[in-house]
């Protein structure tokens, strides 16, 4: 093997070690939701994604809330913000199958614009494509539309039926 073949193969090789690493990177941080404080729209977007699906909203739920108040117990500062309430209650919005992981990626989209407001025109657009994506037809009718109070009863009713599931699971351990 020559010389130049073999240097080509070691720069495609660390090519190839770079964007590995990258992508493991990038899809770690999303997989860390509320414990990443520095999510990207993408990331954010994909955990919304992955809060949709029955079990996995309910995983989701639980490791946001874990980190959540993981954060606010360290800090009285932390429990004093709003910010953190609110995401407490974007928490339990997975509990309603998919609907509620849309409802999520939103909020916390919307929290994002909150804390950096230079990123609101990011954001709307990626909330915008997000409702596309999920078959909401025209996202501005949508969002119109959407009311929160609505769906509290459910909200409540999904949460006692996790918590009755999530009892019953520690007694049969």
């Known amino acids: 093997m020559s010389a130049e073949n073999k240097i080509a193969i070691i720069e495609i090789g660390s090519e190839l070690w770079s964007s590995t690493k990258a992508a493991g990177s990038w899809l770690g941080g999303a997989l860390q939701g509320e414990f990443n404080e520095k999510s990207t729209l993408g990331q954010i977007v994909f955990d919304a994604v992955i809060s949709m699906f029955p079990v996995a909203g309910e995983a989701t739920a639980v490791r946001d809330l874990i980190a959540i108040s993981n954060r606010m117990a360290g800090s009285e500062q932390e429990k004093n913000k709003v910010l953190n309430w609110v995401s407490i209650i974007l928490c339990l919005l997975p509990l309603i199958p998919i609907f509620g992981g849309v409802l999520k990626g939103i909020g916390r989209l919307l929290i994002t614009v909150i804390k950096d407001a230079s990123k609101a025109a990011e954001v709307a657009i990626a909330i915008l494509a997000f409702l596309r994506k999920m ?11 959407l009311k929160f109070s609505k769906y509290q009863a459910k909200i409540l009713s999904e949460f006692k039926n996790f918590i009755a599931r999530l009892k019953s699971s520690i007694q049969f351990f």
């Open 135 to 145: 078959g909401y037809g025209d996202p501005i009718k949508f969002i119109n539309a």
